[in-house]
């Protein structure tokens, strides 16, 4: 939930004070002050949540990961989608739903080829490190 608002923020996305519920079904875990951004990221369709045991959930007190950074700052930048994410096939173990958008942040220079993995929880100065590049490169 705090990425989502921090990357709004960055992204100069408004949140929608009046929205004060978003539809996922752990609805009551949403902070009171990030429920807005929550909602409004739910209803620009930048958060999609995940579904367990037949409930949508955005679990917004879990850790975040790159792929799940590079999908949700992919729709943000409105960067297209390719199927061409030659750097990350099934050989990489990359889930198919992020290999454009992680491939996407690399070519972008918003990931690093060096230092950054894919699949690793994200921490604060990664985020940071990944907002900032993205404001650049949305200029």
């Given at each position: 939930?705090?990425?989502?608002a921090m990357a709004m923020k960055a992204m100069g996305i408004k949140a929608d004070s009046t929205?004060?519920?978003?539809?996922?079904?752990d609805d009551g875990d949403i902070p009171k002050s990030l429920k807005?951004?929550?909602?409004?990221?739910?209803?620009?369709?930048i958060a999609t949540g995940d579904f367990v045991d037949g409930r949508l959930l955005f679990q917004p007190n879990e850790e975040i990961t790159n792929y799940e950074i590079a999908e949700i700052l992919a729709v943000m930048g409105g960067i297209g989608k390719s199927?061409?994410?030659e750097e990350f096939d099934e050989a990489d173990g990359a889930p198919v739903w992020a290999r454009a958008s992680v491939s996407a942040m690399y070519t972008l220079g918003v990931f690093?080829?060096?230092d950054t993995t894919p699949d690793a929880v994200a921490t604060r100065?990664?985020?940071?490190?990944?907002?900032y590049k993205m404001m650049l490169v949305c200029e």
């Open positions: 939930a705090e990425f989502i929205l004060t519920k978003s539809f996922f079904d807005p951004y929550v909602a409004t990221a739910a209803r620009l369709g199927d061409e994410a690093d080829i060096e100065a990664e985020v940071a490190d990944y907002l």
